[in-house]
């Protein structure tokens, strides 16, 4: 009997991970986390900084508004204060489109 392994996910990350995922330096998140009262990771005994999915989603967040969109931090906190979902809408949307896009692109390759 065949059965498709599911994969295994974690339930936190570290601060390197997180700024590896968005290719920022660990110190940037750092100050996310104080500038940004979304972004809140538990510490475990050490200290260590323990990132959720609804974490890494915030910082998703921040990131679209102040490296993709040109945000100031102030414009991003604005942002997230009044309209925290419709950005998360928008954002969904544009990458709904961009895999449409990269799809349609490798579809006329191979015709």
Not at 59 to 67: A, E, F, G, M, Q
Not at 70 to 78: D, I
Not at 91 to 99: A, D, H, I, P, V
């Amino acid at each position: 009997m065949a059965y498709k392994e599911k994969e295994i996910e974690k339930l936190y990350y570290s601060i390197g991970e997180v700024a590896e995922i968005f290719g920022v330096a660990p110190s940037l998140i750092r100050f996310w986390e104080t500038e940004f009262d979304v972004i809140k990771p538990k510490k475990n005994r050490k200290g260590n900084r323990q990132f959720t999915k609804e974490d890494i989603d915030n910082v998703r967040t921040i990131y679209h508004l102040v490296k993709e969109k040109g945000f100031t931090l102030q414009g991003a906190k604005e942002m997230l204060r009044n309209d925290n979902q419709s950005v998360r809408d928008k954002m969904e949307l544009m990458e709904s489109l961009k895999n449409v896009r990269s799809f349609l692109v490798e579809l006329r390759e191979k015709l």
